[in-house]
């Protein structure tokens, strides 16, 4: 079963970036679709971006495209997020997750979850 714990999160200004890692450990991290989801205060937890297990296919929501990008290093078993021009509206928790469906935008297709890392954006 896999364990997964991110890291990274913080305090950013508007505009400003910041890099979350998520590490994977207990499983064959190269095996799964590696994807990012957030929550804020009050709201459904949503899609960020995903990766495939080779890193050939990826895919966003498209408020973060342009801004953000997913990347992995299975060697080291981790996936990152980096995010760039951030907005007060990117402010919500982030949850690392992984999962077998290519493409998969929904919570519930990834079997596997970090406790997630808090990103808040100031004006």
């Known amino acids: 079963q896999a364990q997964l714990v991110e890291s990274g999160g913080g305090v950013a200004q508007t505009g400003a970036s910041l890099r979350l890692s998520c590490v994977a450990s207990?499983?064959?991290?190269?095996?799964?679709?590696m994807g990012w989801f957030r929550q804020a205060p009050g709201k459904e937890r949503e899609f960020v971006a995903a990766?495939?297990?080779?890193?050939?296919?990826?895919n966003y929501h498209e408020s973060v495209k342009g801004r953000f990008t997913i990347s992995r290093d299975n060697a080291k078993d981790t996936v990152y997020l980096q995010m760039n021009s951030l907005k007060p509206t990117d402010t919500a928790v982030y949850y690392c997750?992984?999962?077998?469906?290519?493409?998969?935008?929904?919570?519930?297709?990834?079997?596997?979850w970090g406790q997630g890392t808090q990103v808040t954006v100031s004006t």
């Open positions: 997750a992984a999962g077998d469906l290519v493409g998969s935008t929904f919570v519930a297709d990834y079997a596997y």
């Open positions: 207990g499983e064959t991290f190269s095996r799964h679709v």
């Open positions: 990766i495939t297990r080779n890193g050939f296919s990826i």
